[in-house]
């Protein structure tokens, strides 16, 4: 089947600044996108997601871009800070309640 | 709420044995997901349910693999003879029926030696 990918594996950032991460996606049949963060040794836990039909949505200091055109996603995260530190990933569903295809991670690196 | 739950965390076995993974999920969710994490494949989608009912197992890698979910509040991932290969970390999920945002558990990490 198709899958979701990453650009990057790691990104590295300065304390305090944004950090963006990207993501390609191939299905065209998907309606709906996730990211995940991943600490170390834990599962991963939920960040913020959207639909195919917005282009946009902000949370706390994050926010998830959806460019259906050329099928990418990103994920902004404003002002990091160390607890950020952590693998994202970002993942895509047809819909319902599918099961997720995930992309293979991009690992977030937070210096001092 | 306890959010899901898996055991065990830490598995080590050889060759050949019989592995059982167990899961339970957050209570009132009705849809489970078993995923695998290895470095080389990251996160992949073996099998889900809803309301008990396997629904897709096409990512269940080969016979060896099978899955049943009994009740509402209890699913299984059992390998049988398991290899080394197998070696990964294995998670349940779980969601409502018809909500796409999934949660995990801790996972739990299997070696075969």
């Known amino acids: 089947g198709e899958s979701v990918g990453l650009h990057l594996p790691t990104l590295s950032v300065q304390e305090g600044d944004n950090s963006i991460i990207n993501c390609a996606y191939s299905n065209s049949a998907s309606d709906y996108f996730i990211w995940y963060k991943q600490e170390s040794g834990k599962g991963p836990q939920f960040i913020i997601d959207?639909?195919?039909?917005?282009d946009k949505r902000q949370g706390q200091r994050v926010t998830v871009l959806l460019n259906k055109t050329v099928k990418h996603l990103s994920l902004q995260i404003a002002a990091t800070q160390p607890g950020d530190s952590a693998v994202y990933f970002c993942a895509d569903s047809g819909g319902g309640a599918d099961g997720l295809t995930f992309g293979k991670g991009t690992h977030l690196i937070i210096q001092p | 709420d306890a959010g899901v739950i898996q055991s065990p965390r830490h598995e080590v076995t050889e060759m050949g044995q019989e592995v059982t993974l167990r899961c339970k999920p957050i209570s009132g969710h009705n849809s489970l997901f078993w995923y695998r994490q290895t470095m080389m494949r990251g996160l992949e989608l073996l099998i889900y349910?809803?309301?008990?009912?396997?629904?897709?197992d096409s990512g269940m890698p080969e016979d060896r693999f099978s899955a049943k979910m009994p009740n509402a509040s209890f699913s299984t991932l059992k390998i049988q003879p398991s290899e080394p290969r197998d070696s990964a970390v294995y998670f349940c999920a779980s969601s409502l029926w018809g909500r796409n945002e999934q949660f995990f558990g801790p996972g739990t990490r299997l070696t075969v030696l």
């Open positions: 349910f809803n309301n008990n009912v396997p629904i897709d």
């Open positions: 959207i639909r195919s039909n917005m």
